[in-house]
């Protein structure tokens, strides 16, 4: 089998994306010590599943608990009105992140869904009222498209970006009778 087939530079990017996933901050010398790859192939194999977005950036994990902030998930079911390319480009342009931002919401994820939601957004706010500001900011900024919008406050991670939460052990308070 020739060294370089495409099952094999699969299985390579499977390893160290494995590796990346466990901490992204890991150097490449210390990624390519661990798969058993030279230091040149991890850079290259990087480098290639950066520019083909099969990686599209790199987070620091935080524990938003010791920034006194607060994780929230709005669920947004929309209504069968046909979507306008207005609102297309307003989605892709991420605006409302930015202007949210000014309000101390900060967006962390968003996902387009199959199921009983269409969307879900993940996001930060210092308390309750601001997330509650910004989810009637966004009924408001796209009324007549939903039809229901859900706010479920995140009250423990378990685990964040495929990282396990180091203070894990807290979620027995969740469960104390």
């Not at 599943?49 to 929309?78: C, P, Q, S």
């Not at 297309?88 to 387009?112: L, P, Q, T």
Request: some cysteine; charged content about 30%; overall charge positive.
């Amino acid at each position: 089998m020739p060294k370089n087939s495409i099952s094999q530079i699969e299985k390579d990017e499977k390893k160290i994306l494995k590796e990346l996933q466990k901490n992204a901050n890991k150097s490449i010398n210390d990624i390519a010590k661990t798969c058993g790859f030279s230091r040149q192939k991890v850079w290259r194999v990087i480098k290639n599943l950066e520019d083909n977005h099969t990686i599209w950036g790199y987070t620091a994990v935080l524990n938003i608990e010791k920034l006194n902030r607060k994780n929230y998930m709005m669920l947004i079911k929309r209504t069968n009105e046909p979507i306008t390319q207005k609102l297309v480009k307003d989605v892709i342009s991420r605006n409302v992140a930015e202007d949210v931002r000014e309000k101390g919401v900060d967006v962390e994820c968003s996902f387009y869904t199959n199921g009983n939601y269409d969307w879900v957004i993940c996001f930060t706010a210092n308390g309750i009222k601001e997330a509650k500001w910004f989810m009637e900011y966004y009924n408001k900024l796209y009324e007549g498209f939903l039809s229901e919008t859900n706010l479920i406050e995140i009250m423990f991670s378990a685990v964040r970006s495929g990282v396990r939460n180091p203070e894990i052990e807290k979620l027995n308070d969740f469960f104390k009778i």
